[in-house]
């Protein structure tokens, strides 16, 4: 329930993940996916160890929030002003660039990680987790193996239906598209960089 809850909202990471498997493909977006779930991993590793208590001194969180909402701003702006790219004749334009794993794994991973709630968001579910008596290693384990599974199964799921969605939309509404995400990447940081100060 955790894992369906978190697939259905509608954060910077939902956006960029649809905005990329719509414009790069699909390969894309799973490569976005993959670092979004390892950055989520990451934060339950973290608040397992007690670590995001750091998180609660105000200028740690400042410098994270103002870093993380400049990077979802600057995605943003990408989106919103980037020129249209020439494409051969009778072929797929999202399909044209050749995938950067890794550069698309990091993308994805700070992309997420460098939103300070989603720590502070798992760190109140291990807490929670973690005190409950009759629960072992074991069982907590496996409720976060549950949850971040179905994180990561869903978000693949709407890779694919974004990329397939695209490839029956014009060139007109494919920019519109991204320039409304685009839109929303950039409010997005905007309203990082206010909840961390207000």
Not at 41 to 51: D, K, R
Not at 74 to 82: C, P, Y
Not at 83 to 107: C, D, G, R, V
Not at 139 to 147: G, M, P, V, Y
């Amino acid at each position: 329930m955790l894992g369906l809850a978190l697939a259905f909202s509608f954060g910077p990471a939902f956006f960029a993940l649809l905005q990329t498997s719509s414009k790069n493909g699909f390969k894309s977006g799973f490569a976005l996916a993959i670092g979004i779930i390892l950055s989520d991993l990451f934060c339950v590793f973290l608040a397992y160890l007690g670590m995001a208590q750091l998180f609660n001194n105000p200028q740690n969180k400042t410098y994270v929030g103002l870093i993380g909402g400049t990077i979802l701003m600057t995605f943003g702006f990408v989106s919103i002003f980037q020129k249209k790219q020439p494409t051969p004749e009778n072929s797929n334009p999202i399909e044209i660039k050749a995938i950067n794993f890794p550069l698309m794994i990091t993308k994805g991973f700070f992309l997420n990680l460098l939103n300070p709630f989603v720590l502070l968001f798992w760190a109140g579910w291990v807490g929670l987790v973690s005190s409950n008596s009759e629960y072992t290693h074991i069982h907590i384990l496996l409720f976060f193996a549950a949850a971040l599974s179905t994180v990561f199964i869903t978000d693949v799921l709407k890779a694919y239906s974004a990329n397939k969605i695209a490839k029956y939309l014009n060139e007109k509404i494919l920019r519109l598209f991204n320039f409304l995400l685009g839109i929303i990447l950039v409010v997005s940081g905007l309203i990082l960089i206010y909840r961390v100060f207000y």
